[in-house]
């Protein structure tokens, strides 16, 4: 059963996620998003500061041990994403809908936000129930891999023992949740290919060097990264999905471009897997005449959730709902997250909330869709677990 003091905040975590709902910004531009939150953060008494330009860092110190050596305090870091899409809201007669055009929430990221605010407003409320610190991560760009790096590189995951977070699901049920060990979002990566020729006429190919046929020789080598350079037993995907070539119909190519994506469960596998790409497109080139430039961005390492945990977050879980709403072997998604950036330097875990609610069929709407909506009433779920969680870590409870 959820706690009263998560259930008298329904109304405030509500209405907060229809207003960033409605205010969608997009990735790097959560300008208006930003100074919302730093506004709820000075009512509640939490200092802040800027991370970035539109990232948000909160930290609320627990006074139950006041004067206790820094080295002792423990810290948990929550994290919520706030970045929205560039598509337009088709959510017709929807009070909520978005106000920006061109512009929607529809990854769920605008109830993270709020639900993350609810819990900021309950932890500062028990601040003398508790020892030690909590880390609050309002992060940007997540929708293209820049937030959570900023974060990590601004040196605030230093002391974190433990960083949590939960990402809304319409694939599960409301009142469920899913705490699952190991891989379960996989890497990112996109890279680009600059192929250099020699331009000619068509009709005398043997004087020039042909851009576009290393890109289409290129494209089908990469193939074999999987299907003869990866175990069966493991799940990559290397897809070029661009390829721009030529000037002409009568001209021999004289540059091409490709770019794709690279995914990956492991971080060995990411690595080897990059690795070829640039192999395999310089080697190419060579051969037939020609040179490539290999570009890579990082967007999201693998998303792996540690066992401990897990098992953490699910005894949390287990006292608020019943034992089998709470998923322990959620299938692994090729989709990435950078909250990976998180695990990759401290113990954590990655919650996926169930949001799909048979009352409101855009409940059930995949994501990145126009259409998507989320049952709010979850979002009551997941606010409690934020804050028992980081509660019963910090007060030693899984010692």
Do not use: W
């Not at 990566?189 to 290393?214: C, R």
């Not at 259409?371 to 409870?397: P, Q």
């Amino acid at each position: 059963m959820l706690r009263d003091y998560v259930l008298k905040e329904r109304d405030y975590i509500i209405g907060k996620r229809r207003y960033f709902h409605s205010h969608p910004e997009l990735s790097l531009k959560e300008f208006n998003t930003a100074r919302v939150i730093e506004e709820e953060l000075d009512s509640f008494g939490i200092p802040h500061e800027r991370v970035g330009e539109t990232g948000v860092y909160a930290v609320i110190e627990g006074k139950k041990a006041a004067g206790a050596p820094e080295e002792k305090k423990r810290c948990i870091a929550l994290r919520a994403d706030m970045d929205a899409l560039p598509m337009e809201d088709l959510k017709e007669g929807c009070e909520y809908r978005s106000q920006n055009a061109g512009v929607c929430h529809a990854c769920g990221h605008d109830g993270h936000t709020a639900t993350l605010l609810g819990a900021a407003k309950i932890l500062k409320e028990k601040e003398n129930e508790f020892s030690g610190r909590i880390k609050l991560f309002f992060q940007q760009a997540e929708e293209i891999g820049a937030g959570a790096k900023l974060f990590v590189k601004a040196g605030l995951m230093k002391d974190v023992e433990r960083v949590y977070g939960a990402h809304v699901s319409p694939k599960l049920p409301s009142g469920t949740i899913s705490f699952t060990a190991g891989p379960m979002n996989a890497s990112c990566d996109y890279f680009k290919i600059k192929i250099k020729g020699k331009g000619a006429h068509v009709s005398t190919p043997e004087l020039g060097v042909d851009a576009l046929y290393i890109a289409a020789q290129t494209v089908n080598a990469l193939q074999s990264i999987v299907s003869r350079g990866t175990s069966p037993l493991d799940t990559v995907i290397v897809g070029v999905g661009r390829l721009d070539a030529g000037t002409s119909y009568n001209i021999v190519a004289e540059n091409a471009v490709l770019e794709g994506t690279t995914r990956a469960f492991t971080h060995e596998s990411r690595e080897r897997t990059n690795q070829r790409v640039r192999e395999i497109a310089e080697s190419s080139a060579k051969m037939l005449g020609g040179f490539a430039k290999v570009e890579f961005k990082d967007y999201a390492a693998p998303l792996i959730n540690d066992g401990e945990a897990c098992d953490e977050a699910s005894k949390v879980a287990e006292r608020l709902i019943p034992a089998e709403n709470i998923i322990r072997n959620q299938e692994k998604a090729l989709v990435a997250d950078d909250f990976a950036d998180y695990l990759a330097v401290a113990k954590g875990v990655y919650g996926f909330l169930g949001t799909h609610s048979d009352k409101n069929p855009d409940t059930g709407v995949a994501q990145h869709n126009g259409h998507f909506d989320i049952d709010e009433e979850a979002l009551l779920l997941s606010c409690n677990i934020y804050v028992d969680y980081a509660l019963a870590f910090l007060e030693g409870e899984f010692d």
